[in-house]
């Protein structure tokens, strides 16, 4: 993956949800891709949520429908009630996106968290994983809870060397090519679990789990205390020099920061740093904290980065489409980047 800017976007779209259970910043940069595909769905209702990162691939299409699919789901009927009804949502979700015959693919990572029906009980976390996206256990002391997943979290990335990966790829027809280093399906996709990507679904099957590549989400279950914060993270901030433990650490240490407690700023803070450890992708973060309150600052937010680039009109694209996910235009955008900068 090359850069695909000449300078990088470091602008950051920021949100902040509060409410009874829970407290939500999540924050998303484009870095140094030409365009923005990552979308999320923050679903915070009194006793339970859902909250899911889905990092796009060849556009945005498909990661924006099933964001916007799932959350219209969650309005309809409510919380999945076990893993069998969430892997047949993801399922009919892909079919729909795959008979839209739009293209792009995307992973998806979330966690339905019910909360305690008696005061300083345990939060009960479902977490769903399809793709190389991940779910972290926080601590208030800054270490992260030693999930069984990849480096520690409570996901595993979905790889096609993985070897249970690599036996359904090659059971139901595809195969996996190392290219440039990276084990890929067909040859093509660096991940072995996704939504959409239709021309890795076309042989195998009856079963839209037997595909090569399969939207069936990989399902874990776990307990943890109030004090216990969730991150949602892209592979973009997991791909440079930064572990699961080192994101975790920084967003601890910006939610012990003086002031009330913002995990927005925690977010953004994983975000900036995941470019300067060397990630070249798409950046999205989502630190969601047990127990409910308000959110010190504005819902939707614009934090400029540098407009180091103005002569490029990809860069200039960018940098707008990032201004436009918190709801400002470009002139709008340079002209609190002037202040800001000033």
């Given at each position: 993956?090359?850069?695909?800017l000449p300078k990088a976007v470091t602008s950051v779209a920021v949100k902040r949800v509060g409410g009874t259970a829970f407290r939500v910043g999540f924050a998303e940069m484009n870095g140094w891709r030409p365009s923005m595909e990552d979308a999320h769905v923050i679903y915070a209702q009194d006793t339970w949520g859902f909250f899911g990162v889905f990092d796009g691939h060849g556009g945005d299409q498909c990661s924006g429908f099933i964001a916007r699919r799932i959350h219209e789901e969650l309005a309809q009927s409510g919380m999945p009630d076990d893993d069998e009804a969430v892997?047949?949502?993801?399922?009919?979700?892909?079919?729909?996106?795959?008979?839209?015959?739009?293209?792009?693919?995307?992973?998806?990572?979330?966690?339905?968290?019910?909360?305690?029906?008696?005061?300083?009980?345990?939060?009960?976390?479902?977490?769903?994983?399809?793709?190389?996206?991940?779910?972290?256990?926080?601590?208030?002391?800054?270490?992260?809870?030693?999930?069984?997943?990849?480096?520690?979290?409570?996901?595993?990335?979905?790889?096609?060397?993985?070897?249970?990966?690599?036996?359904?790829?090659?059971?139901?027809?595809?195969?996996?090519?190392?290219?440039?280093?990276?084990?890929?399906?067909?040859?093509?996709?660096?991940?072995?679990?996704?939504?959409?990507?239709?021309?890795?679904?076309?042989?195998?099957?009856?079963?839209?789990?037997?595909?090569?590549?399969?939207?069936?989400?990989?399902?874990?279950?776990?307990?943890?205390?109030?004090?216990?914060?969730?991150?949602?993270?892209?592979?973009?901030?997991?791909?440079?020099?930064?572990?699961?433990?080192?994101?975790?650490?920084?967003?601890?240490?910006?939610?012990?920061?003086?002031?009330?407690?913002?995990?927005?700023?925690?977010?953004?803070?994983?975000?900036?740093?995941?470019?300067?450890?060397?990630?070249?992708?798409?950046?999205?973060?989502?630190?969601?904290?047990?127990?409910?309150?308000?959110?010190?600052?504005?819902?939707?937010?614009?934090?400029?980065?540098?407009?180091?680039?103005?002569?490029?009109?990809?860069?200039?694209?960018?940098?707008?489409?990032?201004?436009?996910?918190?709801?400002?235009?470009?002139?709008?955008?340079?002209?609190?980047?002037?202040?800001?900068?000033?």
């Amino acid at each position: 993956m090359g850069q695909g800017l000449p300078k990088a976007v470091t602008s950051v779209a920021v949100k902040r949800v509060g409410g009874t259970a829970f407290r939500v910043g999540f924050a998303e940069m484009n870095g140094w891709r030409p365009s923005m595909e990552d979308a999320h769905v923050i679903y915070a209702q009194d006793t339970w949520g859902f909250f899911g990162v889905f990092d796009g691939h060849g556009g945005d299409q498909c990661s924006g429908f099933i964001a916007r699919r799932i959350h219209e789901e969650l309005a309809q009927s409510g919380m999945p009630d076990d893993d069998e009804a969430v892997i047949a949502l993801a399922l009919r979700l892909d079919k729909e996106f795959l008979d839209s015959n739009q293209p792009s693919g995307s992973t998806g990572t979330f966690v339905i968290v019910k909360a305690p029906t008696t005061p300083g009980g345990n939060y009960h976390l479902r977490v769903g994983n399809i793709g190389d996206s991940r779910v972290l256990l926080g601590r208030a002391d800054g270490s992260i809870y030693p999930g069984p997943g990849t480096d520690s979290g409570l996901t595993t990335d979905h790889k096609p060397d993985l070897p249970s990966e690599r036996q359904r790829i090659e059971r139901t027809g595809g195969n996996v090519q190392e290219v440039m280093g990276v084990a890929r399906v067909n040859g093509d996709l660096a991940v072995s679990r996704a939504f959409g990507d239709a021309q890795h679904k076309t042989t195998g099957g009856p079963k839209p789990e037997d595909h090569p590549v399969c939207a069936a989400p990989e399902l874990m279950e776990f307990e943890c205390g109030p004090t216990d914060f969730l991150m949602l993270v892209c592979d973009g901030i997991s791909e440079g020099s930064f572990p699961n433990e080192a994101v975790v650490r920084l967003a601890a240490e910006k939610l012990k920061a003086e002031g009330p407690v913002d995990p927005a700023q925690a977010a953004i803070a994983v975000c900036h740093e995941a470019i300067k450890c060397g990630s070249k992708d798409n950046l999205s973060c989502m630190v969601v904290l047990l127990g409910g309150g308000e959110v010190p600052g504005e819902g939707v937010e614009f934090v400029p980065g540098p407009f180091e680039a103005p002569e490029n009109a990809a860069f200039r694209k960018a940098y707008a489409a990032m201004a436009e996910h918190a709801g400002m235009s470009l002139p709008q955008a340079l002209e609190k980047q002037g202040a800001y900068f000033r």
